[in-house]
């Protein structure tokens, strides 16, 4: 039976090289989607990659110079043992390389491990910064989080909110405390510490929150007394060293709201980036970005304005057309044809609906040609006036069998899609016949 790997990050955060014996090679298929692929994954002696797990992403690096892309653990039989080194926690660790070729090492040899650096930083500040915010948010509001999730490129945490309304968004005052106060620990600089104890003197500890245990040793965390929880994460010795803390945004979800936010490197990047972003519009609009908000809601109510004007003139130019065809005009044998290459296709089918209202006596067949991945494609509205005795259902109907698509409507208008370009002229015939 394999012994637990030892988890040199605990005690050496900060370090990112080390060498350590290789226990075994396993090569394995491993399947991301509908594909297959043979990778060789390893575990060593001990290991300064923090596999994922905890709400915290795995360390990437290299081996040898091969790089390490994945990096996970499993517990082992004796996890619940009373073990001389706390940190083995009794766990392997599976370091997973890049490439599916033989290493070129093999069991018993010693072998030289590299972290990234900047990925390792950027995890360790995420994770700090994520209990720092958490406790804030109690601290302000008393909202406590319920879930959080470490992403590429923001983390997220989900605060436990019910019975909200829908579109529900958290007050910024409430959202700009909670920041505030976390920025306030960091500017602080306080003292993190970790450390493993019996999971029977957790008594002694005043936790954020308590989950359910099964190891005799736990790891809990402790940001200067601001906050002290059970993490096995990796995370900063002092909060100074994550730099910045700032919520980017929130959405509604099932547990209640959910705050995403960038910590330290990430956080410059937002800024500097959103920064870029607000002052070449600022300088092509020609005002000063603090007015830019001001202008965006003068555009936008102007845009309103304009889209409203253009609705009307589309209704009064369409409802010009339907009645000249209500008094036969345009028509060939009693149906209006037409391909329209200028409205999306929402217009196209406010277009049916005006014909449809008319007090004439007709069909109608109106198709949308669009471009589908590079494929020529159309679909089209139909449908008739309430005078016409065609049955537009039977009609759509053959269509939909003939064709294999899909739609729906009402007995006066059905549309559906999507059809080749090139079967247009039969798709014509076809529906002039069966009519």
Known sequence: MNSATKKMFYEKPYEFEFTSKVKSIEKNEIKTGKETAIKYEIILEETLFYPEG???????????????????????????????????QGTIIYHRLSCANDPGFKAGDTVTGKICREARIQNTNDHTGQHILSESFIRTSNLHTVSMHMGADFMTID??????????KLEKEIIEKAEDMANSIISQNLAVKTFFVKKEELSNYKLRKMPDLKDQFVRIIDIGGFDVSLCCGTHVSKTGDIGLIKVIGQEKVAAGTRIKFVCGKKAFDDYRQKNYIITEIAEAMSIKPIDLKKSVDKMTEENRQLQKQKNDLFDKYYQAVSAKLAAGEMLENGIYYEVIEDYNYQEVSRIGQIFSKSTGNFTFLLIKPEDNNGVKTFRFVTGKTAQNQTDIKALFAKLTEKYQIKGGGSPVLMQGGLVEMSKLPEFKEFFIKNL
């Open 54 to 88: 905890g709400g915290q992403i795995a360390d990437i690096g290299e081996l040898n110079g091969i790089g390490v892309e994945y990096v996970y653990e499993k517990e082992i039989s004796d996890a619940n043992s009373n073990p001389d080194n706390t940190e083995s």
């Open 159 to 168: 605060l436990k909110m019910e019975n909200l309304p829908k579109n529900f």
